[in-house]
Each structure stands twice: as C-alpha cells, then as structure tokens.
C-alpha cells in the first residue's frame, strides 16, 4: 500500500483543514487507518485512528472534540478534518495503514507510512 497524504497548510488560529490520504490498491477497505503528527524537534504523536469498517474511531485528548476521522472505501481515501485548530496543531501530519488489527494508538503497529503533509497554524 502507498499512502499520499494531501491538504496541509497555513491557517490562523481558530481556522479549520482537512487532510486527505489516498491510498494505492485494493486491499484500503481491510487496513485500519491512523492519524500521526510530528513537530519540529518532538517525537511523533497518535492523533486520531479509525478501524477498517469504519465503525469505531479513536482520538488523542488533544484534538478529541475538534478532530474528525472519517473514510470512503470506495475512494481508498481517509480524510482528518481540523476544526479550532491552535498554534500548538502545528507539525507535519502522516497517515499510515495497519492490518494487524490491533491497537491503534503506537506508531509501532502501523505497517504503512505516507510522506507527511506540513500544517501550521498561526497565532
């Protein structure tokens, strides 16, 4: 599977994105789908998962409330939208695809990575 993360940008304090992540072959609709994001000079973080059925999403404190996790598996495409988004939002976000069905929240368990797109939010 490759992942091609997309939507990144500048926004003001308050403002709103949505990323998308398309996703090659046709297997999209069996991999459970992450959210991660890195800011400069910190590690990556969990931001926002959902399984491969769509049925369940999970959420990291941070974002929960204001984030929005959602797929289309007839489009291989897993979408964030970002709503109230803060200076603090401000890192390169990557999608990735697990198919081990197990916990969403570690980067470990993650089999596929995209490239990151760059969002910054300005005060």
């Known amino acids: 599977v490759q992942l091609q993360a997309s939507g990144g940008g500048l926004v003001q304090t308050g403002g709103s994105l949505r990323l998308s992540c398309a996703a090659s072959?046709?297997?999209?609709?069996?991999?459970?789908m992450g959210w991660f994001r890195q800011a400069s000079g910190k590690e990556r973080k969990f931001i926002a998962a959902?399984?491969?059925?769509?049925?369940?999403?999970y959420y990291a404190d941070s974002v929960k409330g204001r984030f929005t996790i959602s797929r289309d598996n007839a489009k291989n495409t897993v979408y964030l939208i970002m709503n109230s988004l803060k200076p603090e939002d401000t890192a390169v976000y990557y999608c990735a695809a697990s198919r081990k069905g197990g916990s969403v929240w570690y980067a470990s368990e993650y089999d596929y990575w995209g490239q990151g797109t760059q969002v910054t939010v300005s005060s």
């Open positions: 959902i399984r491969w059925s769509g049925g369940n999403t």
């Open positions: 072959g046709r297997t999209f609709s069996s991999y459970d």
